[in-house]
């Protein structure tokens, strides 16, 4: 998925979006780089949701924003 995405970047003449795959509790990004993160499915998974929210949060530069797609219990979920 990651190099699909990357090749349509490219095919798009994107040059300012970065498709990166690592845990987002611990994955070393660089402190304040990023304008925006989105998280599609993935923060339902956390173990550590304080640690991966914390982690995104450095990585952010001030204003940036998180934009999350997450299913909320079943029975709030569309049938």
């Known amino acids: ?3 699909r ?3 349509a970047a490219v095919k798009e ?3 300012n ?3 990166d795959q690592g845990d ?3 994955h070393p990004f660089p402190p304040g780089t990023f304008d925006a993160v989105i ?3 993935g923060i339902m998974f956390f173990a550590d949701p304080i ?3 914390a982690n995104i949060g450095r990585a952010l530069r001030p204003a940036g924003r ?3 797609v997450c299913w909320q219990e079943l029975s709030r979920n569309p049938g």
């Open 66 to 68: 998180l934009i999350v």
């Open 24 to 26: 987002a509790q611990v």
């Open 17 to 19: 979006v970065i498709f």
């Open 51 to 53: 640690a991966g929210f």
């Open 1 to 3: 998925m990651l190099e």
């Open 39 to 41: 998280s599609r499915f």
């Open 13 to 15: 003449g994107l040059t």
């Open 5 to 7: 995405a990357r090749d």
